[in-house]
């Protein structure tokens, strides 16, 4: 689905329409035959015959999980396609606090010695207080630092929007104090209006959600009515953190794929 190779079969009617973006940012083509995935994944690193062992072995110890991972990235990417941006952004949320523990711990079990995963997993938890995405946050810089992921930067895009509107949008931002995200940059003399970091991506989402789905009196919240609802800025959230997730995704696979081989 990621990849953009893939039809989605409606239940309830029988209609058919095709995810044909590729979250990954690759040349577009389809990529649905096992060789040509197993090369985007691994290359030359294992064989298809491998690749076909890692992933039942996979979906055998974690079959439940991955297949509400994989219900949920559905929803996600046919709202997404459909231009139903709110929605496409609900489901985001919902996926990352799905994978907010599942995916630190699945990174764990993947390392070579006790000593390793045992370090990781402490350095998670700095406060009984924090939360699962709390704790997701401070494994993102561990899990993307080898994949050489941090120095990655998501470009957040207002191109063909109305400057009244892209005006008012900066300044629910600041309102919000969303700019305060570590390594947050307004871009200010071309059609990006501002920038995140890797590592700081989980946040911003965080932060978009609660300032204009979860109001708290006393709080600074996005004025949706000022701005015209969601919709336009969900759909430019949601465009760059599906390919964030994406990235960290296919490295989680692959270092689970090298710990067996």
């Known amino acids: 689905m990621l990849l953009g190779s893939i039809d989605i079969r409606e239940g309830s009617t029988g209609r058919t329409r095709a995810l044909s973006v590729n979250e990954f940012r690759l040349p577009a083509r389809r990529m649905c035959r096992p060789e040509k995935i197993r090369h985007f994944l691994f290359e030359s690193e294992i064989t298809l015959q491998d690749y076909d062992h890692f992933i039942k072995s996979l979906s055998a110890k974690n079959a439940d999980f991955f297949e509400r991972l994989r219900q949920e990235l559905t929803l996600l990417l046919v709202a997404k396609r459909d231009g139903r941006f709110t929605e496409s952004f609900l ?43 709390k704790v997701f946050n401070t494994a993102i810089p561990i899990i993307a630092g080898q994949a050489d992921l941090t ?24 309102r919000c104090d969303i700019h305060k995200t570590k390594g947050f940059e307004f871009e200010p003399y071309n059609d990006i209006l501002f920038r995140v970091p890797f590592n700081s991506m989980s946040s911003l989402i965080v932060k978009f959600r609660n300032r204009m789905f979860h109001y708290r009196v006393g709080e600074a919240n996005f004025d949706l009515g000022i701005i015209g609802g969601s919709e336009q800025v969900c759909g430019i959230i949601v465009r760059e953190a599906t390919h964030w997730f994406a990235l960290i995704y296919v490295e989680l696979l692959r270092v689970m794929a090298r710990r067996q081989f």
Not at 163 to 170: G, N, Q, S
């Open 91 to 133: 489901y985001l949320y919902r996926i990352l606090e799905m994978i907010s523990i599942a995916f630190p711990l699945l990174y764990a079990i993947t390392q070579s010695d006790f000593r390793r995963p045992h370090d990781f997993l402490k350095s998670l938890m700095t406060n009984e207080k924090d939360g699962d995405l």
């Open 151 to 174: 120095r990655l930067n998501f470009d957040f895009s207002i191109s063909g929007f109305d400057a009244r509107w892209i005006a008012e949008f900066k300044k629910q931002i600041e």
